[in-house]
């Protein structure tokens, strides 16, 4: 199975600085067949990035992914207090889907 | 609006059985893949099992082969999972999610609400 890693585990920042997170896949991940979900407390995940780059219906312009192959990264150019959550990265190129462990972006 | 509505979760002893529902709504049921992702307490994402929208093609992660069968009614636009020989680490919220349109390979785009398993003696 395609192994995906994100670092950092934990992102420490304040509202309005730019938060960059990675996800390396143990396996390349074609047609970058990447994707990104918010998930805050108590709550589903939420897509906001698929394709390696394509943002989903209704994502802020300020959630930007990118990268191809093995390494990929969601960047949050400005950071809202909303946006304090944990962030998932997937790949659905090939079963079994699999997930990142996580990063947690939380407030400075 | 596409929703999915999680039921079946509670309390179970370990090696006993439960069986998950999803009902779903805003969405041509029968076009989509359907997928359960669960996540244990305080732990992340795990993907368990993904079913083809006409229901002739199942997967499932290797952690549940052989116990879970995954299932779908497209005349009720239900989703189920069969969960047999239930085991303590099998204690999770499980979701139910939208997954792949026939016509393309795409993310899983809506999730349930999740309904909780615990298996505790």
């Known amino acids: 199975e395609n192994v995906l890693t994100q670092s950092p585990g934990t992102l420490s920042l304040s509202p309005g600085e730019r938060a960059t997170l990675s996800c390396r896949a143990s396996?390349?991940?074609?047609?970058?067949?990447l994707a990104w979900y918010q998930q805050k407390y108590g709550q589903a995940p939420r897509l906001l990035i698929y394709?390696?780059?394509r943002r989903a219906t209704g994502i802020p312009d300020r959630f930007s992914g990118s990268g191809s192959a093995t390494d990929f990264t969601l960047t949050i150019s400005r950071l809202e207090p909303e946006d304090f959550a944990v962030y998932y990265c997937?790949?659905?190129?090939?079963?079994?889907?699999?997930f990142g462990q996580g990063t947690k972006v939380e407030i400075k | 609006e596409v929703q999915l509505l999680e039921s079946g979760g509670g309390l179970i002893q370990p090696g006993g059985s439960l069986r998950l529902s999803c009902a779903a709504s805003?969405?041509?049921?029968?076009?989509?893949?359907m997928t359960w992702v669960r996540q244990a307490p305080g732990k992340g994402l795990e993907w368990v099992s993904t079913i083809s929208g006409g229901g002739a093609n199942t997967d499932y992660a290797d952690s549940v082969k052989g116990r879970f069968t995954i299932s779908r009614d497209n005349s009720k636009n239900t989703l189920y999972m069969q969960m047999n020989s239930l085991r303590v680490d099998d204690t999770a919220v499980y979701y139910c999610?939208?997954?792949?349109?026939?016509?393309?390979?795409?993310?899983?785009?809506?999730w349930g609400q999740g309904t909780l398993v615990t298996v505790s003696s």
């Open positions: 999610a939208k997954d792949s349109p026939k016509w393309d390979l795409l993310p899983i785009d809506h």
């Open positions: 805003g969405f041509t049921f029968n076009n989509y893949a």
């Open positions: 997937q790949q659905y190129d090939k079963p079994p889907w699999t």
């Open positions: 394709g390696a780059s």
């Open positions: 396996q390349s991940v074609s047609s970058n067949y």
